[in-house]
């Protein structure tokens, strides 16, 4: 059996006529960046979302970009992003001349650890970049405490949690501002690079707007300088067809998620993700943490079927982040030779999911 770990053709099949005339009209109407299309799809998401205002930009590491930007910290601070992340998150903040701190990961969920975070508070901190990684919300009243009590800004990343929600609310709607990917492997994903920025601050999302598109007061006046980065109008149309569907995917989600908690339950080499009663989870991963990773991955292979890691190789002890000199001990140092994604796409049927369990139930039993 041949298991995709992301079966984006079949996606596109489901969806294709849809798709393809949402395609023509942006086509016909040559409205290919901003324009009416990029409205639109902006509507939609941030009232899907419940927040007042939603800039597209051109990708996700943008919008954190331009996000982290937009709060204009003080010089030379400190923002604080989980040690277990994709390296977007923490380039937002050194791109923009700030520091990075790594803060360790809770080891039930793999977001930021709570203990943790307000050890990682000193003088110098201005912000936190809260990733709801894998889809799994951040504990958002424990941060927005420690965020209350030290004066810090706040900023999503949600790039991997579209559709998840914490105490019934979407994420996106806590932070100062949130920045969402539509990379064509995430929850909502485009036909290419695609992002927005989301906030409930009027000022913080007109500076966003201008930044993401040189400064721009209209044709010819510059207020700032910014950047080129704004949705395009094709992106868009496929967006605005794909959020509503989204939903019905995140269900569906969490339907193989239940699948394989119930199934992989008794392996005791496998570590699987906590459910919290606080957290709808958008599963954009489902990562267990698994004893002989590696072979496990092997095997799975030999079977067709396909997996990831998410992270290979933890933040703090990447080539990039060396001169940071890091000497403390992270738990995401220790479990990036564990992390193992199995499939969770919504596209996957009940006897794919089978083949799955009963696969890793071999492996071990074999073992
Ligand atoms: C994908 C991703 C991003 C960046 O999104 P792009 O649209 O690919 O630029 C940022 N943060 C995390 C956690 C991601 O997984």
Redesign the pocket.
Known sequence: MKIKFLDLKKQYESIKNEIDSAIFSVLDDTAFIGGKFVTSFEESFSDYLGVKHCIGVA??????SIAIESLELPKGSDVIVPAN??I??PEAVTRNGYNVVFCDIDPDNYTLSIDDLEKCVNEKTSAIIA?H?FGHPCKMDSILEITKKYNLKLVE?C??ATGSEYEGMKVGCFGDLA?F???P??NLGAYG???AIVTNDSVLAQRCRLISNHGRHDKYNHIIQGRNSRLDGIQAAILSVKLNYLDACVERRIEVADYYLGKLKGISQIILPRREEWAKEAYHLFVIRAEKRDLLQRFLAEKGIETGIHYLVALPKQKAYSYLALNREFLANDFDDKLLSIPIGDQLTDSELKFICDSIKEFYSAA
């Open positions: 990708s996700g590491t943008d919008a954190l992340t994709f977007a998150t990733v990684l990343d790039a991997h920045a990917s539509f990379n492997g995430k690079d695609a992002g």
